[in-house]
């Protein structure tokens, strides 16, 4: 049985890394929104189950380290009254149909032990959601980091995407306000920052250095590719020049037994199919109360049935049996340690020093495409702690209090998407979308800087501070991502063109004086992006 304080009794370190992620899709003006699902979705599948676990490895006095991103965006959802009061009808709509399914499938073993599984499930969410912790989980997230088992990290304000931005001024406000809200949910300053994509360019650590930030994220070839070559591969951090800002880098050998596509755990047969959903294949009358009020069939969450096979076709998918993707778990979370330990105790020989790997992933990976991930850090942390004494599981800022000697180098250009650099967010599908970008993030700064020590009206100070909002809010990586993907590409598009064009429509009114100031547009703009409460336009001033 090994404690994590016992450090000095091990051979190597886990830094398992979760980037818990999404896009601002908040929209009042509809009495329900697909896009908004995407949240629904992430809370039931991801968020909840993780602070579940947290709870029962914490009852069980069993020791662990995990670090989460919660960007700014995800932490302004989790605390903005209307999504919280729409995702209680939604997870309560959850709860309902799992009692019809119950009684609907009571003559099939396999799909009547699922239904109770999604029940039971539902009611520990609901528990955990809106009685434990009065329907803000951020208190949930900060309670477990208070207790040192989980290290929160920021990200940047809206996800942008750092290398694609002219004017370096659009960085350092993307990370200050990353920082006052990390601060202002967290009541403490943050020490890392996962890089929207993890995309760094030369110079980025200098605005987080600036900011107070002591490390970031890399993936592998942006410190293999570094000057001078890293003498510890990626199983030591390196800090920057003149910085000091440090650098972790993903672990591709566990990146691979997680992500991929062909060898990966996700792909076991026995796990349940993501594609083949109650909202399909359910009578169309009996579903229909669980769909959007457009009434067009959609997912709902409840499935059956598991991947079978890597080549079979949907209609082809047997039952999903819990029992048989519980012992899945099994096989899988003790091979990834059996793996750990094995690389740990080689590396150990071949660096001369404890090796630290760092395992990144994204954070949905795990409930809600892999439905059964939450088990499988579960079950790791288990054998981690009762299993083994070659490794411990470990923090980034854990990790650098003990290890003071770090190699400088200066981290090549690069990020995680397809090809290793920029070309998913800048492409022929979403290059449009830059010369706009550049155009009012100049206009912004602009303005901040002619108003910036002059005494303004309320309204135009209001004024002054939604079109900050706005650009950031388009600012996004993830509609250049969604419109390179070609998934909801069309939603991506809008959202981008809506916010350019709110620019443009309050930079018009801040002009405008007296009585000709048209309020409602104002009014509306700030109903519809109400994120970061306390923004001050003045950061875009020079």
């Known amino acids: 049985m090994l404690n994590n304080k016992d450090y000095k009794d091990i051979k190597g370190y886990l830094c398992l890394v979760l980037h818990a992620h999404l896009p601002f899709v908040r929209h009042p003006e509809y009495p329900d929104f697909l896009e908004e699902d995407w949240f629904y979705e992430a809370l039931t599948e991801t968020y909840l189950p993780l602070i579940d676990m947290f709870e029962r490895l914490y009852e069980q006095n069993i020791d662990f380290r995990i670090s989460m991103s919660l960007s700014p965006t995800l932490c302004a959802m989790l605390s903005d009254e209307l999504l919280i009061n729409r995702y209680k009808k939604h997870l309560n709509q959850l709860l309902e149909l799992s009692e019809k399914e119950m009684n609907r499938t009571k003559n099939n073993h396999a799909q009547n032990l699922t239904a109770k599984m999604y029940n039971e499930k539902y009611t520990s969410y609901k528990n955990i959601f809106e009685k434990k912790y009065n329907s803000f989980i951020l208190d949930a997230f900060r309670k477990f980091q208070d207790l040192g088992k989980l290290e929160i990290i920021t990200c940047g304000a809206t996800h942008g995407f750092f290398p ?301 501070n939604q079109l900050s909002r706005e650009v950031l809010l388009a600012q996004s990586s993830d509609w250049a991502f969604i419109m390179s993907n070609k998934t909801m590409s069309e939603y991506a598009e809008k959202r981008t063109k809506a916010h350019i064009n709110r620019f443009f429509k309050l930079a018009e009114l801040i002009e405008t004086e007296g009585e000709n100031f048209d309020e409602y547009i104002l009014k509306d703009t700030e109903l519809k992006d109400n994120i970061f409460p306390y923004i001050d336009f003045r950061l875009y001033s020079r």
């Not at 659009?170 to 200050?176: D, L, S, T």
């Not at 809200?181 to 403490?188: G, I, Q, T």
């Not at 992933?361 to 850090?377: K, N, Q, S, V």
């Not at 003071?404 to 990020?415: D, G, L, M």
């Open 164 to 464: 694609l931005m002219m004017d370096e001024k659009a960085i350092e406000v993307q990370v200050k306000i990353a920082c006052d809200e990390y601060k202002r949910f967290f009541d403490r300053a943050a020490k890392g920052i996962w890089l929207p994509e993890c995309a760094y360019k030369k110079g980025i650590d200098k605005i987080l250095a600036d900011n107070g930030i002591n490390y970031f994220f890399l993936d592998t070839h942006g410190l293999l590719l570094g000057t001078p070559y890293p003498d510890f591969e990626v199983y030591a951090p390196i800090k920057c020049p003149d910085t000091n800002v440090a650098a972790f880098s993903r672990d591709m050998e566990t990146s691979k037994q997680v992500w991929s596509a062909d060898v990966g755990y996700p792909g076991d047969f026995r796990y349940r199919e993501f594609y083949r959903d109650l909202g399909y294949d359910a009578d169309y009358e009996y579903i229909k109360p669980y769909l959007h009020s457009d009434g067009i069939r959609r997912n709902v969450g409840l499935k059956y049935f598991k991947i079978t096979g890597p080549k079979c076709d949907l209609q082809y998918k047997q039952e999903y049996y819990p029992p048989d993707a519980k012992n899945a778990v099994y096989e899988h979370s003790h091979n990834f340690s059996f793996n750990r330990e094995k690389q740990i105790e080689y590396l150990n020989d071949k660096l001369g020093r404890k090796p630290i790997v760092t395992a990144t992933y994204d954070a949905e990976l795990f409930g809600h495409w892999w439905f059964e991930g939450p088990d499988f850090i579960e079950n790791l942390f288990k054998i981690i702690y009762f299993d083994q004494n070659i490794y411990s599981t470990i923090t980034p800022s854990e990790y650098l209090n003990l290890e003071k000697e770090i190699q400088i180098v200066q981290p090549a250009e690069s990020s995680w998407g397809d090809k290793g650099y920029y070309e998913v967010w800048l492409n022929g599908t979403n290059d449009w979308i830059y010369r706009h970008l550049h155009k009012i993030t100049d206009a912004m700064i602009t303005l901040a800087t002619k108003y910036k020590d002059q005494n303004i009206s309320a309204l135009r100070r209001r004024a002054l």
